[in-house]
């Protein structure tokens, strides 16, 4: 079973009934948890007013990891999001309860290092750093986690450990949505794949970018990154594979034209079984395809609902359900010279004057190639010409070009 409190159908947070064939045997190949992404998730739920979060389960489940992991630190940084009361009484017991079990295992910790330094060579010191590190990612001590990162960083000589130690300072930064931090050791990965690199992390990489590209609105590199680890995926540290899938299309969606979607999507051999198991997202991928437009306007309302419960998504579900939207008319309309403002409403499944507004407005903005001819009732089909566009964007360019050699004229003669 699963239950909404975790999310929408299809988050991250859930654990679903339906089994689905992963690539690879993913729970040995990920690496930790830690800092646990779900956490994150749970975190942002509780932020928001959206109808059919189970928010006392929510909470509940945020007791459990907060208590089995002892995060002090991290009780510090949430008090701001917990509304009730009576959650906050119950926050400062945990922290309190934490910091005492923090406090022990940091000095436990910080012994362990001083005697590695004392009599051990480069390679258990480094075990012994990373182990604090880890320790105070764990906790939610974002500061002090980076810090010792960046010391361990510096004691760690394998070009495999120094990535994984990169990827952590990423899931850190993707944790706290800190974008400097998530940026900054993206392209030191990169870098240090340069000069090597195995193909697992190079794999990893892949992910880690994309869904880092997602959150930022690039749906289109996303949409990349994503398809080139969709065969090999292993970085549930991240993300179930089923979640994983559902980025990929909604990406895909609005990034691939019709043919690529085709190929990759609706026939893809890689998601085609998760799609079977997954009817909304199924749903949602060949209403569009298929010219079910009613449907997908239906597949549209669950997809703006996935989004606004999705940290990751929420900020961009506006610009995406726009886009979606202009795309399907797009589609429509390209199929007609002229087609009925009726017709194309029934199509839809909405009434005429949303569809006559909804059309002037991306008429006006220049997303819709067409014209209305309201007293017929006609909407009009008038495809830009390619070539002359690009007649007149030289044109312009010329002018332009012209007014700065004169000025610059001007300028050398004085």
Not at 215 to 234: G, H, L
Not at 239 to 248: I, T
Request: with cysteine; aromatic share 12%.
């Amino acid at each position: 079973t699963f239950s909404i409190s975790a999310g929408r159908l299809g988050s991250p947070l859930l654990k679903f009934p339906t089994k689905v064939n992963m690539p690879l045997d993913l729970h040995e190949e990920g690496l930790p948890e830690n800092p646990d992404l779900k956490v994150a998730q749970w975190l942002f739920l509780l932020d928001i007013d959206e109808a059919g979060i189970d928010k006392d389960d929510i909470w509940r489940q945020l007791q459990t990891v907060i208590q089995k992991d002892a995060m002090g630190p991290f009780c510090r940084t949430i008090s701001a999001v917990l509304k009730p009361q009576e959650w906050k009484t119950t926050l400062v017991r945990l922290q309190a309860e934490a910091e005492k079990i923090n406090e022990g295992e940091l000095k436990r910790l910080e012994e362990a290092i001083e005697n590695a330094q004392k009599n051990y060579g480069e390679s258990e010191q480094k075990d012994a750093l990373m182990a604090k590190a880890e320790y105070l990612c764990r906790i939610g001590d974002k500061d002090a986690a980076v810090s010792a990162f960046r010391v361990a960083y510096e004691k760690t000589v394998g070009l495999g450990y120094r990535l994984d130690v990169v990827f952590y300072l990423i899931r850190t930064g993707l944790f706290y949505m800190d974008h400097d931090l998530i940026t900054r050791n993206i392209e030191k990965a990169k870098s240090l794949l340069e000069e090597g690199g195995d193909w697992d992390r190079r794999n990893r990489l892949k992910t880690y970018h994309g869904l880092y590209a997602m959150s930022i609105r690039d749906f289109k590199m996303a949409a990349t990154y994503f398809f080139e680890t969709m065969a090999t995926f292993t970085s549930t540290e991240l993300m179930e594979y089923r979640a994983f899938v559902k980025y990929a299309v909604f990406c895909c969606m609005v990034a691939m034209d019709r043919s690529d979607l085709k190929e990759k999507v609706i026939n893809g051999t890689d998601i085609r079984e998760v799609l079977h198991g997954f009817p909304e997202l199924k749903g949602y991928v060949e209403s569009l395809y298929y010219c079910r437009y009613d449907e997908f306007f239906r597949s549209l309302f669950w997809v703006e609902q996935e989004f606004k419960c999705d940290r990751y998504l929420a900020t961009h579900s506006r610009y995406y359900i726009r886009e979606m939207r202009i795309k399907a008319y797009t589609q429509l309309l390209e199929s007609y010279r002229s087609v009925s403002l009726v017709h194309m409403a029934k199509s839809f499944g909405v009434g005429v004057e949303f569809m006559d507004r909804e059309l002037s407005q991306f008429i006006a903005t220049g997303r819709l190639h067409c014209r209305i001819d309201k007293v017929g009732g006609i909407i009009e089909t008038n495809r830009p010409d390619s070539k002359n566009h690009l007649y007149q964007q030289t044109i312009k360019q010329g002018d332009l070009l012209l007014n700065r050699i004169q000025k610059l004229g001007r300028v050398i003669n004085i």
